[in-house]
């Protein structure tokens, strides 16, 4: 056996005496290196090849073109006609041959599908798929970006017998991304002259839309016309952080994000203008579901409009106004107007925007790098309070853009001349150029946007504290622990030695004792805001789990925290939400919106008319106050049957409107303790005769546990339809007005002798915002931990209405907790 052979044999186990004696010669153990390198390399080439070198990734860019030498067909508009399917051919073709100019698209396109058409004078709508090697994705979306920016004109490319312009393609959507064609929820919908055309969601109102669904509806106008879109009603699951379910509405009919008019989700109350106008004669509107969320979907309404010749104009008057297109409906994308205002050539002018609202998503603040007003040189955006523009001569020009995108409500604007010596006669000027009345100067409540009307004033020493940064503040609100001032100097020299804590009643107490479990201030506050819970000694400050153990923490009842080890404290929380996610914006009024306030009744008297409010606690339970019923000159308010409640009520004279739900009463029980001529115990439960049904406008407001503090300086909306002035009438509109809770001892010098334990102040002692007759046994909504309301109190009575020093008395709710539920079982 020579060598060689040897080096060949595979060295048997048993052969190992050879391998000892003779050994292998150099060159021979050489190419079995060699052999063996050469095999893991090409394996590795052969790994990386099949893994990471030929590795594709899908990509579906959308887009749409322009062919500007052929005509519009009625018959492109119908994808299953042979015009349609002629034309889309053709469009295929050209596409590929466009792609085949771009190195990294053309090898890699598999195909391209045209979904519509429409005029203009043809705009092809399409997708075009590619299978592309990872390496090469970012590439492929940068050309394609490339391609997007040769806008043409002035380049127009000849591709077939095409002349195309503007050919756009962005990367798909990825909230549209599409697992299956699902055609049962694809529509198609055509705009005729004078006619309003309704469509839904799938099984609106009475099935909750399809989960997981991929719903599209594509509405056309004839040419030459644009869009009109309205949702009537709007109820989709709550937008959260993942973007689950959500309706997006575009400005053409590819679904693309540049071109995104608004993304909706969450649900919307029916006075919200939810009306979208387009730039062209299409609309898309897509239904992304991802949830199983039961909600009913929305009902829309579309109808189209002659295209608008211009918007702008010259305004030569002494005062005016002037809007946003389609205001108050959202203004359509893509349109530039100017107006351009001269007054008498002795007067400046200044323009006064009441409503602005021309925000966008997912844009820095500040910079107005989309749709914008232009005014003297200077831009503004996004969504801002009433503000003033002034002219240092008779003339100013407002521009305004709206770009491709995201549209917004707009604006509403008054110009108005006036003497430039004299800019506000009678009244005060912030430095906004605003004016504002003479008394709400160095009242403590800035309400020029600026602070204006706050700054360089003489404070009254008698009822106001002058804070460093010399803003007047009431002297009720020093040491309360609220930094009212800004700057903390209220909050300073609370001669509270070191090492105590100073309650929100002025008392001062060690350190120690706060977060301990035991209500040491008396008012609540070393107990209000603990961040650990512990189980502590009960008492009739501490809140009571249904296992009889006391937690430390107040206010623990439906904060969306388990703070009881049995989860007592979540209990029992079916209260207190809207059922509107969002709210309208009802700008500067006083007018509550349909919806916001849903446990505020109203109660008519026989033949009277509305006489009081009061809240729903419970499908058959009432809270309200006491002297509403009581006998007064011959009437017998007592009894039971005279009155009726009107619940999910928003409007005095739509009483029988859908959505109201009117009741008799079957039991009032006043508190036993009601004193006629004090007011003390102003509190009574209302039974009714049958229980109502939860709705979007009629649900009930959470009560507080017998513990819960609603602390000094909190603000609290109180609602009804009572006068809106001292001697004036009950109003049609629900009213609301945000007060804020008055610390006790300030409450009982105000209104010295006349106010008990049971009552609590709350208002301003400016005066200005207050309850007033027909408001009494209306609900105070606080707004707690978790956006959830509890009923603060009960309007009970005040000397008169909005006067300075003499705010609203309230009933607080508090102290009621355990005989309402003895009483009603809530
Ligand atoms: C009333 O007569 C009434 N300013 C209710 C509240 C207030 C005054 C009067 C508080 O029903």
Redesign the pocket.
Known sequence: MNGFEEGLEFLPVNNTKKVEKGGLRPWVVLAIVLAIFLLSLTAGLLVWHFQYRDVRVQKVFNGYLRITNENFLDAYENPNSTEFAELAIKVKEALKLLYSEIPVLGPYHKESTVTAFSEGSIIAYYWSEFSIPSHLAEEAERAMAKERAIRLPPRTRTLHSFVLTSVVAFPTDPRTVQTTQDNRCRFALHARWGEITRFSTPGFPDSPYPAFARCQWTLRGDANSVLGLTFRSFDVAACDSRGNDRVIVYDTLSPVEPRTVVQLCGSYPPSYNLTFLSSQNVLLVTLITNTERRHPGFEALFFQLPKMSSCGGYLREARGTFNSPYYPGHYPPNINCTWDIEVPSNRNVKVSFKVFYLWEPNLPVGKCLKDFVEVNGEKYCGEKPQFVVTSKSNRITVHFHSDQSYTDTGFLAEYMSYDSSDPCPGKFMCNTGRCIGNALRCDGWADCADYSDELNCQCNATYQFTCKNKFCKPLYWVCDTVNDCGDNSDELDCSCPAKTFRCGNGRCIPESQRCDGKNNCGDGSDEATCSSVAVVTCTKHTYRCQNGLCVSKSNPECDGKKDCSDGSDEKNCDCGLRAFSRQSRVVGGKDADEGEWPWQVSLHALGQGHL?GASLISPSWMVS?A??FADDRGFKYSDHTMWKAFLGLHDQSKRSASGVQERGLKRIISHPSFNDFTFDYDIALLELERPVEYSSTVRPICLPDSSHVFPSGKAIWVTGW??TY?GGSVVLILQKGEIRVINQTTCEKLMPQQITPRMMCV?YLSGGV????????GPLSSVEEDGRIFQAGV?????????KD????YTRLPLFRDWIKEQTGV
């Open positions: 009081c106050a002297h509403c009572g006068h001292e208002g207050d309850a007033c007759q027909g408001d009494s046994g309007v009970s009575w005040g000397e008169g209405c909005a006067q003499k705010p609203g008395v």
